[in-house]
């Protein structure tokens, strides 16, 4: 009993596999993300009459069962999501897992995703990378999430939403203002467009042309030593943020752990902005 793991395109319907399009045609049951995208996709390669399942977020552990009584029964299945790799980003991995553990041949198709797509047309170094998700909404996953980015010599990648990405690259150059940053725009569509340089100068492009925060973007990100660490500072943060004015947790933080006392300042005031 096989499951077929299949890459739809991210923007350009041309790059769709000839192995994914024969694979599709093939299925009994096609797994999708929503069917309103999917049969955009379904019409392009001419596949009319599929029998549709839905998997997404909402799905549970009797949609699941439901999935493999079906592969039980003899019957070819595939999931697409709706644009790139299924699972990255996207759901699917409870359902894989669950496929496995009883005994379903996975198939995973090779195809595009817009994580290596940006990385090989970045510039940056793709000797060793890794993919954080979304950039976090909330001030405490934040400091999370750039703790994960100070890792040396290593290229993170990460994706951020049209409406939020000048508030992205206002946080990233507070806290990493010598970075090489890398926003890629649109990829493989129309629009598609890489702006790259430290993230002041990302920013400042941002800010004067307003027509550059629409779309979909994956950002890029290096730096070739580790910075500071502020990992007690924000502790401290966490502890007195009620308590006691920033300024007073930043100079007890320049005097417990050398922080320089503007910078921490500076970073507290980050931590108390709206996302």
Known sequence: MNFYIIPTPIGNLNDFTERGKKIIKNLDVLIVES????????EEINVKDKRILIYN???????????????????????????????????????????IDNHINVVPLPGATSITTGLIASG??????????????TVKDKRSFFSELNRKNITSIFFESSHRIQQTLEDIFLVYPNSELVVAKELTKIH????RGAPEKILNEFKLDKNLSSGEFVILFYKDD??????????????????????????LSEKLFKNNKNKIYKRY???TKKS
């Open 57 to 99: 977020d909402s799905s549970d552990a009797s949609n699941r069962k439901g999935i493999l009584d079906i592969l039980k029964a003899g019957k070819v299945c595939g999931l697409i999501s709706d644009a790139g790799t299924p699972l990255i980003s996207d759901p699917g991995y409870k359902l894989i897992r669950y496929l």
């Open 269 to 271: 005031l980050s931590f």
């Open 192 to 195: 598609e467009k890489f702006l």
């Open 226 to 251: 580790i910075v500071e660490d502020f990992s007690n500072a924000d502790l401290l943060f966490n502890l007195l943020k009620d308590k006691v004015p920033l300024k007073e947790i930043a100079k």
């Open 124 to 137: 940056l170094p793709t000797d060793k990378f890794q993919f954080l998700g979304f950039f976090p909404k």
């Open 35 to 42: 069917k309103k995208k999917s049969r955009i996709l379904l």
